[in-house]
């Protein structure tokens, strides 16, 4: 929608102090700004910035790039809403074509078609017996339903409002259109209508639920278009997002009416997943803010979902704490809504409490259905296992399970100990530290660089020719950059260095586990395009070990 040279004028005219100040306490350090990252766990300043060129970067969480970056990561945005919201914050005028223009136009009229649309539901309900005692039976507050904006869809054609709106309506998914050109109201009638919003409290779309079972389907929802997408929503984030960002913490239900009840009783860090999975714009809206995540298990069908979740959760966000709350009991499904009606705030509040994390979770699910009759099936447990005992952090845990695991298999705790510690020591799990401070994160970048695309090579001609970093390094990183020349010099510039100092022995456990951490941040900087850019970039890191 915007040129690559009106993109570069805009970005040139954004006073950078002013935008980063709208989001983060600054603090000057040199020519550089700094400031807590908000994109992981972060407990000291950890992100830099040039208040000349906007560009940011977390020495800590790799997280780097210019203002444009920075505010689409942080609000899940696209780069034409992203332009236009710093344009409109900074006074600054821009000039936008006339297929942006046109489009933010028709984005404005079905908000507004919508919200007149909800209003006409909401007032329709207030006259319907029926749609009102559907919701007293289901226990709904008048509060609530007045915030959700909870209607009754009347028999209305909505043809009816004029000519005029139909090919909105036609848009905004509310009517269908037959061969012969009759008009006819998408949801029909005798149903419950819920708003689906957006994180800013636009209403893109509507779920409904019929009233009586006569009607069939039970529930239906918006089609998808150019204003809803259901997989990038997250139902009620728009009503929870300040309670997710005072306790950092989010809790995740299946349904949009288990998500009402939450908030109904007061527990407003909940939301609800509109799709079978978390999408990247959903992540983004989630991860800037969240440490805890809460995830919800109302039968034997969803704990599939868990794993789907914890994958997708742990690989956005690698600090995420993610805690599972198991609200059925056998094969009776259980979920929020019944819940707390049937025991109450207290009793949902004490299962958040209790909620186990999800390597032990999982643990304690297996070791319920261990089952074996050879060596062979003990070995499967054990190795089944490992990855979820690796995990647990609280050593006095750990013990525990692993004592517990040793009983139920009948076999000496050492054993199983050896056997766990041989498996974690040739796993490939990535360990990185939540607390390195910036002259550790430099160190580990510059080990890095062994492992980039350059080549050994030529990594090694730049740290060592060029810049002299030998000496700057601190004693145990010294001996780590002593140990990678040594494989070098044995077998060559195109050594596989990792396999080579594992095979060869010559490390120990903590000097692999930050060997290991190095290799896996390779990957961020692989935007530098040549030798001079990747002297340029080491430069930056000997500045950060003064």
């Not at 909620?355 to 499967?380: Q, R």
Request: aromatic share 12%; charged share 30%; hydrophobic share 35%.
């Amino acid at each position: 929608m915007f040129s690559h040279e009106q993109i570069v004028d805009f970005k040139n005219k954004v006073n950078k102090r002013e935008f980063y100040r709208q989001f983060l306490e600054l603090r000057q350090s040199g020519k550089l700004l700094w400031a807590v990252c908000p994109f992981h766990n972060d407990h000291s300043p950890s992100m830099s910035i040039d208040e000349d060129t906007g560009i940011f970067r977390c020495w800590s969480c790799g997280a780097h790039g210019d203002i444009l970056d920075f505010y689409q990561r942080l609000t899940g945005k696209s780069l034409s809403e992203s332009i236009m919201d710093i344009a409109k914050s900074q006074n600054i005028k821009i000039e936008i074509s006339e297929e942006l223009r046109k489009e933010l136009e028709l984005k404005r009229a079905l908000y507004l078609l919508n919200d007149n649309i909800a209003n006409l539901y909401q007032r329709a309900l207030a006259q319907n017996k029926e749609g009102q005692q559907y919701l007293i039976s289901r226990n709904f507050s008048l509060d609530i339903i007045k915030q959700f904006r909870i209607g009754y869809i009347p028999s209305l054609p909505l043809k009816d409002l004029g000519e005029q709106f139909i090919p909105l309506l036609k848009t905004a998914q509310l009517v269908n259109v037959n061969e012969d050109g009759s008009v006819y109201n998408y949801f029909g009638t005798h149903r419950i209508s819920i708003p689906f919003f957006d994180e800013y409290g636009h209403i893109v779309g509507f779920s409904s639920r019929t009233t009586d079972n006569r009607y069939q389907p039970k529930y239906l929802h918006s089609r998808t278009s150019k204003l809803f997408q259901k997989s990038e929503l997250l139902y009620a984030y728009n009503f929870a997002k300040e309670k997710i960002k005072e306790t950092k913490s989010v809790i995740i239900t299946e349904g949009q009416i288990d998500c009402i009840r939450c908030h109904q009783y007061g527990i407003t860090n909940t939301i609800a997943t509109c799709g079978l999975a978390l999408s990247d714009k959903q992540l983004k809206l989630l991860k800037t803010y969240v440490k805890n995540y809460y995830i919800i298990v109302e039968d034997k069908a969803g704990e599939n979902m868990v794993d789907k979740y914890y994958d997708v959760i742990s690989t956005s966000n690698y600090w995420a704490n993610i805690k599972i709350i198991r609200l059925y009991e056998g094969d009776e499904k259980c979920d929020a809504d019944e819940f707390l009606q049937k025991y109450g705030k207290g009793a949902f509040l004490d299962k958040i409490k209790h909620a186990k994390p999800y390597h032990e979770y999982k643990l304690i699910d297996s070791l319920k259905n261990i089952n074996y009759k050879t060596i062979e099936e003990k070995k499967f447990h054990i190795y089944n296992n490992r990855k979820y005992i690796a995990k647990i952090t609280h050593p006095v845990d750990k013990k525990q399970y692993i004592e517990l695991l040793a009983e139920k298999l009948e076999l000496p705790e050492n054993d199983v100990r050896k056997i766990i510690a041989r498996s974690e020591s040739t796993d490939n799990d990535i360990k990185i530290g939540d607390y390195d401070d910036r002259r550790t994160t430099s160190q580990k970048y510059i080990l890095a660089t062994f492992f980039s695309e350059f080549g050994v090579q030529t990594a090694y001609e730049v740290m060592h020719n060029k810049l002299k970093i030998y000496n700057r390094l601190d004693n145990k990183f010294r001996k780590i950059y002593n140990k990678i020349v040594d494989v070098i010099l044995l077998y060559g510039a195109n050594a596989d260095i990792i396999n080579a100092v594992h095979s060869l022995d010559i490390m120990t456990q903590e000097e692999l586990s930050i060997l290991d951490d190095a290799y896996f941040k390779r990957d961020e900087f692989n935007y530098l395009e040549d030798e001079e850019e990747l002297a340029l970039f080491l430069k930056d890191q000997i500045e950060n070990l003064r």
